[in-house]
């Protein structure tokens, strides 16, 4: 089989699943064409992540005369498919807060996508999530390209579903992936009850160098580790909050921020403003094995998010050994278990933050490390890289026959 994988900026720090999940499918036999539509506009700090880059042509790559040419091209040769694109195009930016002419840069896209999928005798699309690359995927198979799926990860879908049309997106599509129950609940929403069967569940799987690790002591030093693009669904100025109180208490501890974004100069300021310095480090981006090393000096992954899918880091730190203090948001329920494998806590409340934070730091290093263990245990039997590839593959298999 060969498949098409397309992704809206790719590769970029924050998706090392999609590049395992490329990699574990590779692995089972089939042929992955890599697609982006931009490219990371940033430093690739991670070798897998420059690996990948050298792997992934880019559609915007064709400039802006290559857009119009694709457009004219389809025009000529399929203008009932184009006819139809576009009204498909124009409906859906009507809606949209993007617009009707970002949805005219989404059709010439797809009719660059085309071409490169007619090139390497690609048979199916799948992107991930489902906001511009599937639309794009969605026009191109009407341009007369072949059929797509997409994985929806949250939270941007579920925050805006009707403006990114994503009842249209599963109507049209060859099947649609979901990462999590809740995932899978908030797509039922938005779709009629006649495309529920084409929602499946694949999880976000943790590769061998996370699930076979040999087993780290629990470090004595009072560390806590938060991993994440620095934004606000992430939640981290009210984590900062939550150390000013615990500094203020006279308590022993270091936070490290792993990461980089948009919200960087507010938590400067915020560590700044409570005399943090001592206290909370930020690393920015680093790559995935330096990643790893810091979650296994830490004593617990903390992740106070305001607004999620599942993250893959909440599996990563689970299968090193590590418990994990999280919210009460999306699918984190499903994969963290209060009082067995860590801590969770109500999104926006520094109180309770700063309680179990406290508790983190003042738990032994046995009960840390039994938390850890059942942590791993859930996430072996549940995020295997290796079998949800094989469930994927499947779906691709059974949508191809």
Not at 131 to 148: D, E, I, K, Q, R
Not at 310 to 333: D, F, N
């Amino acid at each position: 089989m060969k498949i098409a994988y397309l992704i809206n900026q790719y590769p970029q720090p924050s998706q090392s699943f999609i590049r395992r999940e490329i990699a574990a499918l590779e692995q089972l036999g089939l042929t992955i064409h890599r697609f982006t539509v931009r490219r990371w506009d940033r430093q690739l700090v991670d070798p897998g992540d420059q690996a990948e880059q050298q792997k992934t042509r880019c559609i915007l790559d064709a400039g802006a005369m290559g857009l119009i040419l694709a457009c004219v091209r389809l025009m000529v040769s399929r203008p009932a498919r184009f006819i139809r694109a576009a009204a498909l195009a124009w409906r859906c930016g009507r809606r949209s807060e993007r617009g009707l002419i970002l949805h005219g840069v989404y059709l010439a896209e797809a009719c660059v996508l085309v071409k490169l999928l007619v090139d390497c005798g690609s048979t199916h699309v799948h992107a991930h999530f489902g906001t511009n690359s599937t639309t794009v995927a969605m026009l191109a198979h009407l341009l007369g390209g072949p059929g797509y799926s997409f994985t929806c990860h949250g939270p941007e879908e579920f925050d805006k579903p009707q403006f990114i049309a994503l009842g249209e997106k599963i109507a049209r599509s060859r099947f649609a992936v979901a990462i999590s129950e809740f995932g899978k609940s908030q797509m039922y929403r938005w779709c009629r009850y006649e495309d529920w069967s084409k929602i499946q569940i694949i999880r976000c799987g943790v590769d061998p160098q996370f699930l076979d690790a040999p087993t780290s002591p629990m470090p004595d030093h009072p560390k806590l580790v938060c991993v994440g693009r620095l934004s606000e669904q992430k939640g981290q100025l009210l984590l900062i909050e939550a150390a000013a109180r615990l500094a203020a208490k006279g308590m022993r501890f270091e936070l490290v921020l792993v990461g980089d974004g948009e919200m960087r100069p507010q938590i400067e300021s915020l560590i700044q403003q409570h005399h943090l310095a001592d206290h909370v480090r930020l690393a920015g981006w680093m790559s995935g094995q330096r990643v790893r090393d810091e979650i296994l000096s830490g004593r617990a992954l903390i992740l106070p998010s305001f607004a999620e899918g599942l993250p893959v880091v909440i599996m990563e730190a689970l299968a090193l050994g590590r418990p994990v203090l999280s919210t009460y948001v999306a699918g984190i329920p499903e994969l963290v278990e209060r009082g067995v494998s860590g801590w969770l806590v109500p999104a926006g409340s520094v109180d309770r933050l700063c309680e179990a934070m406290e508790e983190v730091l003042r738990s032994s290093p046995s009960r840390l490390a039994e938390m850890g263990r059942a942590g791993a245990q859930k996430v072996r039997q549940h995020h295997d890289v290796a079998i949800e590839a094989q469930k994927l593959a499947k779906l691709f298999e059974s949508a191809l026959n």
